[in-house]
């Protein structure tokens, strides 16, 4: 991880109140962003700019999405580091303050969900090391398929506060697999395991209101990041690794779209439509826009827009990176929609899945299971990391569509 950012990074050269950055909700009012859409005048006016647009700038244009190269992975990692879990964890120990310091309340457990890739185990953890609590290590797949109540011997003497990061790996959906884990939610909600905090995946927290519903849960999320916040944390995050001014330009018109020198409007639409692509999941964003900055072998090439042209005694000094266009999305292969669905599930429903469990878990055979593994492991779909195959980040989005549009239960964000 880079250096340490607070949120006077974030909120540098602002003085007026913000929403912070890390901001938690119930998870009922997680908001999903969307695109501002723009008011008639303003697209009318569009349109006219549009008419009487210079040919030559158009072709400018579409040189320079041509003429583009790849950061090294090295240089992007510095660029745009890992998002600062421990910082999040900070955030939502004061979100938790009076809850923590109230012995007769009423919720004796809380539960942390975190949007998938959003590391809420690390941020569970980190919480834990703030209180010296005790963690609570998820049971051995025979303890769950054998409803072993020895599990709970692991959990410390009454009064003691302990954290249990992972919800999604203490059960499995199997027919022995939920025994366990409903046992773990009636004893903590009811009070009987002392106070705790527990983290579950988005899509595990949905799947668990379906076996043992917690309508009165005391849940809280990361609210979504729109475009205001998203920027903000970005923007922090590349200042905190650099001393260079970096510039940003559009690599679709040209614009810069950071710095002083951009343009409020266009700086806006560009964070809009990530935040609203990635349902306002700040980690899937990150990594969206680390992934289109891109240079130019020809170096610093002064921005061929009319009003950029008026900061160029400004822009000549630092370094010069454009952002693309939204990558292509990935595709799944020619075949059996439902299989694909059905594996895509199991996995996004337990946090990722070992391919033994998956065999287990799924009507395929283990020849059948392995090659559609393979198959989408092929078209970037999914990989295995640590022996756990898991979906792509950069292919969440359209699993998450694929599995919504065939009527597979999904999470709320």
Known sequence: MGQKINEQTYEAQENSPRTPIWKFVPPNDYAVPTVHMQKPVSKAWQFFQQIFRRKDVLDV????????????RVQLAHLVPS?????????????????MADEFSENSVKFFIGQPFSEHPEVVSHLGVRHQAVEITPPSIEQILFNEKSWFDSWPSYGTFWVLPK????????????????RLLRLAVSGQ???????????????????????????????????????RLIYGLMKSQSNTKIHYYSAKHGQEITGISAEEGQRQKEFEELAAYCRGNVAIAT???RERLTYRQDGYEEPFDGKTKMHTDENR????????????????????????CLLLHAIMLHGGLPESLLRDLLPFSAIRCRGLLGQMQQFGIVHCANGCWQVREMAYIVVRRLLSAHGYLTDSF
Request: aromatic content about 14%.
């Open 61 to 72: 244009s579409f040189k320079k999405e041509y003429d583009l190269y790849s950061l090294p």
């Open 287 to 289: 990594t969206y826009w």
């Open 193 to 231: 395991l002392g106070k705790g905090v527990i983290g579950c995946d988005s899509w595990a927290w949905a799947y668990v209101q379906r076996i043992f519903p917690l309508p009165q849960a005391d849940a809280i999320t990361l609210q979504a990041f729109d475009a205001d916040r998203l920027q």
């Open 83 to 99: 998002l600062p879990w421990e910082d999040v964890a900070v955030a939502l120990d004061t979100a938790l303050r009076d809850w």
């Open 167 to 182: 919800l999604e790996h203490c059960y499995l959906r199997h027919a022995n697999g939920l025994s366990l884990v409903r």
């Open 317 to 340: 000094f630092g370094e010069h990176l454009w952002v693309t266009a939204m990558p292509p999305e990935p595709e799944l292969p020619i075949g059996n929609d439902e299989e694909y």
